[in-house]
């Protein structure tokens, strides 16, 4: 079942006098349960794509269709509250919150409060292997450990759309792999969809396809 669907998707951004072209004319479809790696070389769109696909950038042209509503200014807060969750490369994460506090400052922004936030906060921080470590600022945590932290805020509210940017960039092999089967297992175990911007060729054992971008354009 298709859960994500953008149709000839055009991202035109203002350079000078006049407009750079990023996107032209992108279609792509995500199905339920399905991991696809997004690659291509530095500066082919791939991460403003993702961000479009997030409802974090509108597109010039075309149409974005998530888990059956179009995204349009007046739903794209909506949107990302409910159908999507993001993991970054950088982490992300606020100093000054424990791990447990990150997932529930995320949750609060998803309109989730108090002893109900709390409570799904510490579900996914133990689903993440990171239930002893729930306590612990980010500046105590090794890099591993605080990718566990971003991807469990992600996980947050049962979003069943992922969109990861570059995860395992920061991560050494080992770990890296850990996060991998993670994801493997969000899509096998979870029935979500994953889509992983990504650099890395180990990305392509666990996905279900690969999608290229290049000068703007998905290649056949």
């Known amino acids: 079942m298709t859960i994500l669907k953008a149709e000839n998707v055009v991202k035109d951004f203002a350079e000078g006098r006049g407009n750079i072209r990023v996107l032209k004319g992108i279609s792509f479809d995500l199905e339920r349960g399905e991991i696809v790696a997004l690659e291509g070389p530095s500066g082919s769109g791939k991460t403003t794509l993702l961000s479009i696909l997030g409802c974090i950038l509108t597109p010039t042209r075309g149409d974005v269709v998530i ?19 993001f993991v970054f490369q950088q982490f992300n994460l606020f100093p000054s919150l424990t791990a447990v506090e990150n997932v529930e400052y995320a949750l ?15 579900r996914v921080i133990d689903a993440v292997g990171l239930a002893e470590r729930q306590g612990f600022l980010p500046r105590d945590l090794s890099g ?37 089967e993670m ?9 979500r969809a994953l889509v992983v911007v990504t650099h890395d060729p180990k990305v392509r054992t666990i996905a279900d396809r690969v999608a290229t971008i290049r000068d703007g354009q998905l290649a056949a």
């Open 183 to 191: 994801f493997r297992d969000l899509a096998r175990k979870e029935n």
């Open 144 to 180: 591993g450990q605080k990718q566990r932290v971003a991807i469990a805020r992600a996980l947050a509210g049962n979003a069943p759309i992922l969109l990861a940017d570059e995860p395992t960039a920061n991560l050494d092999s080992v770990v890296g792999g850990q996060v991998l």
């Open 67 to 85: 888990d059956g509503v179009k995204a349009g200014e007046a739903t794209l807060a909506g949107i990302r509250r409910r159908s999507l969750g």
């Open 108 to 122: 609060n922004v998803k309109g989730v409060k108090g002893r109900e936030a709390r409570a799904e906060a510490e």
